[in-house]
């Protein structure tokens, strides 16, 4: 179990987040959304963030917040009301908030990264909540430039890595040296998860983005090629994916570079908490390279190309793959 201030400070805001986005999506996600319509989410990330930076401002106010969102635009007249809805959402777990409340709160997430630091994605994963599908709150602790505490929650995966959309669902907590473990989002029944024990390359399953924006496509088809694969793959968005990993659901997890954005550096906040939720059931998390991620560059993995997570014991054989396709 992970006990640290710190772990359950982290756990009761991801919690909390999650409360918020899942109110969200139950009132604004209909089936009349049109595909352009993005606003849900724009709702559902600034309140996400507002929430969980309440909690730093309350319990933890010395502590540096590094988030995907600032207010600036939710200041503007165009969004007058957007920052309403905001205001009303985060409400419901802040008595009282008001609108200059919600922009001061989200703003604390404008910091720099320093030597020790938070940073958090409020909803990552935007196409599977506007889907109804698979969607996270990621929040992590950097010290030194290496994580060493990360919480996932994960509304529509269960705490034992199975996908169940409108289900309990699960928040994912891990701590350097004390294991991942997991327990339903509103319960306090704490598991140990481990990743998968299998060592044969063609049975690995892949846990892949819906999105093909997201990836290289062609590559990943001659991935699984060179892998000799065989299983089929696990679709799902979000971090939420090494959290399935963790839980032993999936062996092989990639972030290649899309043709489109060659020189693409991954957010620090996109992989942070996940890598360590890996790395504690017993995983690894590289770059395409082999190189382990550098969380000391800013808000970005500078030093490092893509992403690669495996059960740690195909590691080396997703490597070579990686190397006999060039990516």
Avoid at 225 to 242: C, F, I, N, R, W
Avoid at 267 to 281: L, P
Wanted: hydrophobic residues 45%; charged residues 25%.
């Amino acid at each position: 179990m992970l006990e640290s201030p710190e772990s359950k400070f982290a756990v009761a805001a991801v919690r909390e987040a999650c409360t918020v986005i899942r109110a969200v999506q139950k009132n604004l996600v209909t089936a009349a959304l049109t595909k352009s319509d993005k606003s849900p989410v724009t709702v559902a990330d600034f309140a996400a963030q507002a929430a969980v930076a309440r909690r730093f401002a309350v319990e933890r106010p010395s502590d540096v917040l590094v988030g995907e969102e600032d207010a600036a635009d939710l200041r503007s007249e165009a969004r007058r009301e957007t920052l309403a809805s905001v205001t009303r959402f985060v409400g419901e777990v802040a008595a009282g908030a008001t609108s200059e409340h919600v922009c001061a709160w989200i703003d604390r997430g404008r910091a720099e990264p320093v030597q020790r630091f938070w940073t958090l994605d409020p909803v990552d994963g935007t196409k599977g909540f506007l889907r109804g599908e698979q969607y996270a709150v990621a929040l992590a602790l950097i010290e030194n430039g290496r994580v060493r505490l990360g919480v996932l929650g994960c509304p529509n995966v269960r705490a034992d890595g199975t996908l169940d959309v409108g289900g309990t669902g699960s928040v994912i907590a891990a701590e350097r040296g004390r294991g991942t473990w997991a327990s339903p989002l509103g319960l306090e029944a704490w598991t140990r998860l481990l990743v998968s024990g299998r060592r044969v390359a063609k049975e690995a399953r892949l846990l892949r983005s819906v999105e093909a924006g997201h990836t290289n496509v062609d590559e990943m088809g001659e991935l699984v090629v060179a892998l000799g694969g065989t299983a089929e793959p696990v679709l799902m968005d979000s971090q939420a994916k090494y959290g399935v990993l963790a839980a032993g659901c999936g062996e092989l997890l990639f972030r290649l570079l899309s043709p489109t954005k060659p020189d693409y550096r991954e957010r620090i906040w996109d992989q942070a908490a996940g890598s360590i939720v890996v790395e504690e059931a017993g995983g690894r998390v590289t770059d395409l390279d082999g190189k382990a991620l550098d969380f000391a560059r800013g808000r970005t993995l500078a030093g490092n190309r893509g992403v690669v997570a495996s059960n740690g014991l195909l590691h080396d054989a997703a490597l070579a793959a990686l190397r006999q396709v060039g990516a």
